[in-house]
């Protein structure tokens, strides 16, 4: 595949062990919202040395705050 767009985020998330993507960031935010990606979901970028959690990435904090929280389990 060619490389990404510059400018362009182009991100690969894991989901159900399986590499999902790329995907730019109004996509990924699509994906949270739907619940497919949490704050502990994997995800690489070009310029990561490694795989990392969604929610450690700075750049993806204003795509977790959009969404709603998680709900809770049932008791």
Not at 6 to 28: H, M, R
Request: proline letters at 16%; aromatic letters at 8%.
């Amino acid at each position: 595949a060619p490389p990404p767009i510059p400018g362009v985020a182009a991100w690969f998330v894991a989901i159900d062990g399986q590499q999902s993507g790329p995907f730019d960031n109004q996509t990924l935010q699509g994906q949270i919202k739907a619940g497919r990606v949490a704050r502990e979901t994997l995800v690489w970028k070009q310029g990561l040395s490694q795989w990392a959690k969604a929610g450690e990435q700075a750049e993806l904090a204003p795509l977790f705050a959009a969404a709603p929280p998680p709900i809770p389990p049932s008791p």
